[in-house]
């Protein structure tokens, strides 16, 4: 009878092998999938470079030939302070049109003197300062 209950015994533990290793081959075969990934162009960065000179500054940045980033670079002769309210425009614009740019930069200087021809003031270029910083431009 213990000769009987000890060969029940190790034919069951074989078969609780075999179901075990049939298992973890089933586990393996796990079918591979032969459908083709669907292209993906990864999205161009987009920046605005709003530049306070019509020609120089313009040109100076569509030198730049970046392969993942989008620079679009112009003038329009405007001061400082007028020159963030009109990047300002042109975000919200570019928003409307479902085009937001990732990044808007400005670019001006302050002239020594505390005003000249073009409208700039101290005062007028503090102020730009701190609307850029508070519209993240």
Avoid at 36 to 52: D, M, N, W
Avoid at 73 to 88: Q, Y
Avoid at 95 to 118: G, M, Q
Wanted: one cysteine or more.
């Amino acid at each position: 009878m213990k000769m009987q209950n000890k060969k029940e015994k190790e034919a069951a533990a074989r078969a609780a092998h075999k179901a075990q290793k049939n298992a973890a081959k089933k586990k393996h075969k796990i079918e591979p999938n032969l459908e083709r990934a669907k292209p993906e162009k990864p999205r161009r960065k987009r920046i605005l470079i709003y530049c306070e000179g019509e020609n120089t500054e313009p040109s100076y940045f569509n030198q730049f030939a970046l392969s993942n980033t989008d620079v679009k670079s112009f003038g329009e002769g405007h001061n400082t302070l007028s020159l963030i309210e009109r990047a300002m425009e042109l975000r919200d614009k570019a928003i409307h049109l479902n085009k937001p740019y990732d990044e808007i930069w400005c670019v001006f200087d302050r002239d020594p003197a505390t005003s000249n021809k073009t409208g700039h003031t101290a005062q007028n270029f503090n102020k730009a300062i701190q609307l850029a910083k508070k519209e993240k431009i």
